[in-house]
């Protein structure tokens, strides 16, 4: 079978609705420092940080309402227990009850982005010499 997330430079993960990681792509278990099999059957909130589970989790309620795409911003823990900021992208599926089954999650890495736009804004906010 082909899996096209199994190429992406990207972490990838698929979650079911009580929060287990189903799947995850090369990248991801790279990233996290664990062998994928090892990341299958632990739960997502593992590996996000403690104060981005709520966005998460409110995101994924959003779903609920009508549009089945969120994003939302979270830190990830990486392979050497340091947290990086990341866009998760969430797509959830129905199941065949109508309510929300599957998550599949893709993040992209914004913490170098984030920390330059702080860098910015702390410069902004010094009184200019003259």
């Not at 972490?11 to 090892?38: C, H, K, M, T």
């Not at 009508?66 to 830190?75: I, M, T, Y």
């Amino acid at each position: 079978m082909y899996d096209p997330a199994h190429f992406l430079p990207s972490f990838v993960w698929r979650a079911d609705r009580d929060g287990l990681v189903r799947y995850v792509n090369p990248w991801a278990s790279r990233y996290l420092g664990i062998p994928a099999e090892q990341i299958i059957g632990r739960t997502w909130r593992d590996f996000v940080h403690p104060d981005d589970i709520n966005s998460v989790l409110d995101a994924v309620r959003t779903m609920g309402d009508g549009s089945l795409l969120r994003n939302v911003d979270v830190r990830l823990l990486r392979g050497d227990r340091v947290f990086h900021w990341h866009t998760l992208h969430l797509q959830a599926q129905r199941d065949e009850s109508g309510r929300i089954g599957d998550t599949v999650g893709v993040a992209t890495d914004i913490h170098h982005c984030r920390h330059a736009w702080a860098m910015y804004e702390a410069s902004e906010r010094r009184p200019s010499a003259g």
